[in-house]
């Protein structure tokens, strides 16, 4: 069983900048991938960032250039760096692992960017 605990959300004007933590109980490095995703009111949920065991990226055409997604292994933590935020970033972002064939997921922390 993997638990995922994620901090680092809050209220943010747009063109700010703010790095979510999700803090793995495994080792990290055993992982398939780590990943973000966010839901918005009324929206489903959506991939924005993961980083695979080998530690190749991969980002939603809506955050390219502006979010970054890196590990620190020994730490056990992935990170979400997101720079110039805008309004309709606004949502709960939700950490996730894929461990095999299952998916883990934190308990997700909210993102509110004020125009």
């Known amino acids: 069983q993997v638990q995922l605990v994620e901090s680092g959300g809050g209220l943010v004007q747009a063109g700010g900048s703010l790095r979510l933590s999700c803090a793995a109980s495994?080792?990290?490095?055993?992982?398939?991938?780590m990943g973000w995703y966010r839901q918005a009111p009324g929206k489903p949920r959506e991939l924005v960032a993961v980083?695979?065991?080998?530690?190749?990226?991969n980002y939603a055409d809506s955050v390219k250039g502006r979010f970054t997604i890196s590990r620190d292994i020994a730490k056990n933590t992935v990170y979400l760096r997101m720079n110039s935020l805008k309004p309709e970033d606004t949502a709960v972002y939700y950490c996730n692992a894929k461990v095999g064939v299952v998916d883990y997921w934190g308990q997700g922390t909210q993102v509110t960017v004020s125009s």
């Open positions: 980083i695979t065991s080998r530690g190749s990226t």
């Open positions: 495994g080792s990290i490095f055993n992982f398939n991938a």
